[in-house]
């Protein structure tokens, strides 16, 4: 699995605008075309940028997408700093999936994937 650092950014873009068209619908709000491609090529950039979120996947983000948009536990708009929140409590989520298998030794931990333990 690719980390999004290892993607290709207009790929990426693309995958982006596909979660974020999603999440519109999800939401109930109505986003013009170009504000949904503004939000993705914004959100893309930052997802390889930021390094706190370049060792994800976006699988990890869809996910952090489909339970934002669940159990969000204020009003969620679409916008860049909503994804954050998404984002970062997700992160959370995972990097403590890591730290119960790993230094807990519990199995068959929620969110766990060996294969990108070097997200913390």
């Known amino acids: 699995m690719k980390t999004l650092q290892e ?11 596909d979660l974020v068209a999603k999440t ?8 013009d075309a170009k504000t949904m491609a503004s939000l993705s090529k914004i959100l893309a950039e930052d997802l390889q ?9 976006i699988n ?3 996910d952090a997408f489909h339970i934002g948009v ?3 536990e204020f009003d969620p708009f679409l916008n860049i ?6 984002i ?10 890591i730290y119960r298998t790993e230094t807990l030794n519990q199995k068959n931990v ?3 994937q060996p294969q990108l333990k070097q997200i913390k």
């Open 7 to 17: 993607e290709n950014i207009k790929e990426l873009t693309e995958k982006v605008l």
């Open 24 to 31: 519109s619908v999800e939401l109930g709000h109505r986003a």
């Open 49 to 57: 940028k930021e390094n706190r979120f370049r060792r994800m996947s």
């Open 60 to 62: 990890q983000i869809q």
């Open 70 to 72: 669940r159990f969000c």
């Open 81 to 86: 700093k909503t994804f954050y929140r998404w």
């Open 88 to 97: 970062i409590a997700h992160k959370k989520r995972i990097s403590d999936a």
């Open 110 to 112: 929620e969110f766990y």
